[in-house]
């Protein structure tokens, strides 16, 4: 079955957070997400609607991508070459995009959208493509940096109730070293505990960092410079901690020189920050015969895409929880019928067709902002 390019729709929603979620960069307080819906018409003329999530922020904050560039880089430069195309499956929009550098975050959005509508055509869900078996995987939380350490314990009191087997919390210099001994305190020495600094530290903040070793933690999440890879391997030396790279990680080719230069004990996978879900497939693979452990990033995804992401940790390289928590974590609605929840610590891998989510069209009419097709 080999489709033709139909109908495609850009899509902005806002969606408010149930709380502001701060990291070393920015607060978040509201997502304006891109959605893309494309039509996939096979050769009997039957049209398959399948729907992308772009995960760029609204400010190149994160990575250089960012939420109206992205719309921008879609409709000017990367829709018109998925449209010269004959035939197209998901396989082949990296291959077509590949003249255009960078942007992954908006190649990913399309990837994804003709990757749902060719598993709806073919009446198969994504978990069914990836192979995977195991049925439920384990929820880890994100944290944010707060104003006060006792908030900071109070919302992570909160999690630990709602049964998260995993705490992750964001630091930066000044909101670290302290804070962390204070909820390793809190939730005692068996539950998994990982810190995320998102770039915010240097390369003399070794003996600081070092600090971190006495807590027990699984990992350091990207404290230096995304391009700062021997950094990262010399930090790895000099610290006891496993380090974990994000946004250094943009590509399978990149992570296996990451892995080989000592600066990648870990990796945290985002489909979107690496191009799609199949270059994440191929950095997991890739990680699997290194032997190094994954987990599943999470960039505050709507229903679309935790559902996406939730098939993909079931791949048995994701060793570790990613952070795939409950829809309700970060919004009190979400856009599908069927958002995901958290049951005994645990999200259950959708088996819908497609990347196994139903939209909720009438909440998503509501909060959609704008609506433009592309011709
Ligand atoms: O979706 O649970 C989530 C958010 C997880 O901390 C998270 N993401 O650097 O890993 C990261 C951040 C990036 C987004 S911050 C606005
Ligand atoms: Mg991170």
Redesign the pocket.
Known sequence: MTFALGAVELRRIALPLVSP?R?SFGS?TERDILLVRVELIDEDGTASEGWGECVA?SEPS?SPEYVDGAEHVITHHLLPRLRAADRLEAAVVAPLLAKMHGHPMAKAALEMAVLDAQLRARSTSFATMLGVTRTTIPSG??VGIHDSTEELLAAVQGYVDDGYVRI?L?IEPGFDIDQVGAVRELIGPDTPLQV?A?TAYRRTDGAHLRRLDDFGLLLI??PLPEDDIVGHAHLAAEVETPICL??SLVSAAGTADAIELGACEIA?IKPGRVGGYLEAVRIHDLCVTKDVPVWC?????TGIGRAANAALAALPGFTLPG?I?AST??YAQDIVTDPITISDGHVAVPTGVGLGFELDMRFLDEVTTRTRSVP
């Open positions: 979620f990291t978040q922020l994160y939380v994100s992750k964001k995320d998102n999440e990207q994000d946004e945290n990033g999470g960039m505050l995804e952070d928590s974590r970060f």
